[in-house]
């Protein structure tokens, strides 16, 4: 018997890595089917990897549209043209607008190269470096009005080293990102996540904190 597959559409902006180890785990056993790619940049690199991997692409350029209003209105147009059941943003550099978030209210996801609630917005292996701290990693979270500050899902950890530049640190976060991204998508496709007025329910109970997942990769 066919399983049923959840639909989703992918805002990119950039290299796609995160669309990659989508489209990977899809090809394993993900029942996932990516109905668009959608990027507010031509040129980003994660469209050449969905239309390899037989994926409708749309661009959505930010150039084409007079103001934010009218932006947000056509990328929501775009997006439900595709019926996605979850919108999951995947390196996309814009902040969503609200006429989206209350569209699609508990159905958008974001993955944030930190663990938040710490370093929101941009350059956060930086700023992770910088602060001293001892662990860094990644969340995915539930995407609301606020950036960077809906209900958190799961995260994955790693200990930063003694040695580790920017770079290094963004390398073995996004290992970390690979796994845990696909991972959070196998619980949708399940149907055991759900966000309500009270908080996020894994397999029907309340959390009380995030999901702290842990791949098997050697960092
Ligand atoms: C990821 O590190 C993600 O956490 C952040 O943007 C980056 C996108 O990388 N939101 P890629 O385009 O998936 O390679």
């Given at each position: 018997m066919?399983?049923?597959?959840?639909?989703?559409?992918?805002?990119?902006s950039?290299?796609g890595?995160?669309?990659?180890?989508?489209?990977?785990?899809?090809?394993?056993?993900?029942p996932?089917?990516?109905?668009?790619?959608?990027?507010?940049q031509?040129?980003?690199?994660?469209?050449?990897?969905?239309?390899?991997?037989?994926?409708?692409?749309?661009?959505v350029?930010a150039?084409?549209y007079?103001?934010?209003?009218?932006?947000?209105?056509?990328?929501?147009t775009?997006?439900?043209?595709?019926?996605p059941?979850?919108?999951?943003?995947?390196?996309?550099m814009?902040?969503?607008?609200?006429?989206?978030?209350?569209?699609?209210?508990g159905?958008?996801?974001?993955?944030?190269?930190?663990l938040?609630?710490?370093?929101?917005?941009?350059?956060?292996?930086?700023?992770?470096?910088?602060?001293?701290e001892?662990?860094h990693?990644s969340?995915?979270?539930?995407?609301?009005?606020?950036?960077?500050?809906?209900?958190?899902?799961?995260?994955?950890?790693?200990?930063?080293?003694?040695?580790?530049?920017?770079?290094?640190?963004?390398?073995?976060?996004?290992s970390l990102?690979?796994?845990?991204?696909?991972?959070?998508?196998?619980?949708?496709?399940?149907n055991?996540?759900?966000?309500?007025?009270?908080?996020?329910?894994?397999?029907?109970?309340?959390?009380?904190?995030?999901?702290s997942?842990?791949?098997?990769?050697?960092?």
């Amino acid at each position: 018997m066919a399983t049923l597959k959840l639909t989703i559409v992918v805002l990119i902006s950039g290299h796609g890595s995160n669309l990659q180890a989508i489209i990977d785990e899809i090809d394993k056993d993900l029942p996932i089917q990516i109905s668009a790619v959608i990027s507010d940049q031509a040129n980003a690199y994660g469209l050449t990897r969905a239309r390899q991997a037989g994926i409708k692409t749309t661009v959505v350029p930010a150039q084409d549209y007079p103001n934010r209003q009218a932006y947000d209105q056509a990328l929501l147009t775009t997006i439900k043209q595709y019926q996605p059941e979850l919108i999951v943003l995947s390196g996309f550099m814009r902040i969503l607008g609200e006429v989206i978030i209350y569209h699609y209210t508990g159905k958008i996801i974001n993955i944030h190269p930190s663990l938040l609630p710490k370093f929101k917005g941009l350059h956060t292996y930086v700023q992770a470096i910088a602060a001293q701290e001892k662990h860094h990693g990644s969340s995915v979270h539930f995407v609301t009005a606020e950036l960077d500050s809906g209900p958190i899902i799961a995260q994955s950890t790693l200990d930063i080293l003694a040695d580790d530049s920017a770079e290094t640190l963004k390398q073995r976060t996004q290992s970390l990102e690979h796994q845990l991204y696909p991972q959070v998508l196998r619980w949708f496709a399940e149907n055991s996540l759900h966000l309500s007025a009270e908080g996020i329910y894994k397999d029907n109970q309340l959390l009380t904190g995030p999901i702290s997942f842990t791949p098997k990769v050697n960092l």
